[in-house]
């Protein structure tokens, strides 16, 4: 009998709405026949690659999608990443009030807040909200050598390069790190093993959202299965703070993995002409999942405001386009790309 299908997944970040990449696992995961050997993830992609593997571990299959369960009723359970939860240690009854008029008003306060102050305003009562959520995870499976090789991204705030952590050197900090949205979160400090110095670390989605190459490895599969939940394109113009700076985020985020996409396509090229050798570097198969339409329709605020109905329908819409994949491309897994990377440049 052939056997199982060897995979990698590489997942983006984006807030909240990386409940849609929960969906999407949360699918797969009851697919017969596949195998996740690799993956790569960054910010809440980096989350749920930490949970994904931990729960495989745990139990297989079954395990993870328990554990992708509890990682997201956790972040439901945070209210506004921006503001709210460590606001209210100081200020109870402002954030009650602010909770109140998020509820009857078409704007979000924290996010205004988050336009006006920096997270280093509010000194000792500033508290990272995700620090418990990343703390209650099993760092011994998550950082084994068994079960997929797992790679987690972060950006250094000083040299402005990606970093991506692997094995032993992922801890709660890489993965607060690599969710460090600078406008939200104070920077995480790390020590350089090599170095011994303390560098500083911002969102990873800034230099890899995910990043492709450390998926290049000859050990594992050629098929690399994209889950985005940042749209290339987007039809309506931004107009208030808030939507103007996800769109930055957006831009930006997608560029790097744009610029991975268009080696990738280069390569493929010069293998199909005959003017690479074969064997000289890998001839990637790249699959897309994704549901533009409905990440054009949500705000740039609900990024940061995982409010469990989202989160629900995020999580639905997820399966949903994870199983109109394996419907229309299931087939093409280990053969051939089902992304035409030369239409998407186009």
Known sequence: MPGPIRLNLALQGGGAHGAFTWGVLDR?????????????????GALNAAALKMGLLQGG????????DQLWQ???????LRVSRWLSMAFPLGTAMAEAAAASLPISPAGIAAQ???PYAWGPFWQNPLAEIVTGLDFTQICAAQGPDLFVSATNVRSGKIRVFSGAEISPETLLASACLPTAFQAIELRDPATGQMEVF?????TGNPALFPLYQPHLPDDIVIVSINPIRREEIPVTPVDIQNRVNEISFNAALLGELRAVNFVKRLLADGRMARGTMKDLNIHLISDDALMNELGGGSKLSPAP????????????ACEA???????SLGKQSSVDLRGLFG
Request: hydrophobic share 40%; net charge negative; glycine share 16%.
């Open 28 to 44: 797969l995961l009851q697919e017969p026949g596949i195998e996740v050997a690799g993956i790569t993830g960054t910010s809440a």
């Open 61 to 68: 299959p079954s395990a993870a999608r328990e554990r992708l």
């Open 74 to 80: 956790g972040v439901g359970a945070l209210g506004d």
């Open 116 to 118: 006006l102050y920096t």
């Open 202 to 206: 911002w969102d990873g989605g800034f």
């Open 309 to 320: 109905a989202l989160l629900s329908r995020l999580h639905a819409a997820g399966r949903v």
């Open 325 to 331: 994949f394996l419907s229309q491309h299931g087939d």
